[in-house]
């Protein structure tokens, strides 16, 4: 087995400059990439962690069935702020300084800041959970109320 110093001195000279050259700056800054970190950290500040909204947008038109000839039918709903059981929804949020997003009964570690929900009767609370860079965790939660949700008994 060949050393260190005989596998250099194989080397080409151009190929030893430039393993010269970036030891010499390893030697240089490895010293000083704590004050680096520092420094950087010191002038570029992470935004600090908060949920600028959280709202659940109903969707202007819901799906009702198919004619006789196999087109889907859709029906407009009146206002704004109402659901319909089974309908879908958009959640949107707005969210800064986080690393994590998970929205509970939606999904964990969410990209984006929207998701198309299907509203269910039986579980209408959203739960946002943003989770800094720093561990630290902020949450927020909406409900849709009962007088705000069309089930099937009253279509």
């Given at each position: 087995m060949q050393s260190f110093f005989e596998w250099l001195s194989e080397l080409d000279k151009s190929t030893q400059l430039v393993?010269?050259?970036?030891?010499?700056?390893?030697?240089?800054?490895?010293?000083?990439?704590?004050?680096i970190k520092r420094y950087?950290?010191?002038?570029?500040?992470?935004?600090?962690?908060?949920?600028?909204?959280?709202?659940?947008?109903?969707?202007p038109h819901v799906f009702i069935g198919k004619d006789s000839e196999g087109v889907d039918l859709y029906a407009e709903i009146a206002?704004?702020?109402?659901?319909?059981?089974?309908?879908?929804?958009?959640?949107?949020?707005?969210?800064?300084?986080?690393?994590?997003?998970?929205?509970?009964?939606?999904?964990?570690?969410?990209k984006g800041n929207s998701a198309t929900v299907i509203i269910n009767a039986s579980n209408l609370c959203y739960s946002l959970t943003a989770t800094g860079?720093?561990?630290?965790?902020?949450?927020?939660?909406?409900?849709?109320?009962?007088?705000d949700l069309i089930t099937d008994e009253e279509q």
């Open positions: 393993l010269f050259i970036f030891v010499a700056i390893g030697m240089v800054v490895i010293p000083y990439l704590s004050l950087i950290l010191f002038f570029i500040k992470p935004q600090p962690l908060k949920i600028e909204y959280f709202v659940l947008e109903s969707s206002g704004d702020g109402i659901f319909i059981d089974g309908s879908s929804a958009t959640l949107i949020w707005g969210v800064t300084g986080a690393r994590n997003i998970d929205i509970e009964p939606v999904g964990k570690s969410l860079f720093n561990g630290k965790k902020i949450s927020s939660t909406l409900t849709i109320q009962n007088s």
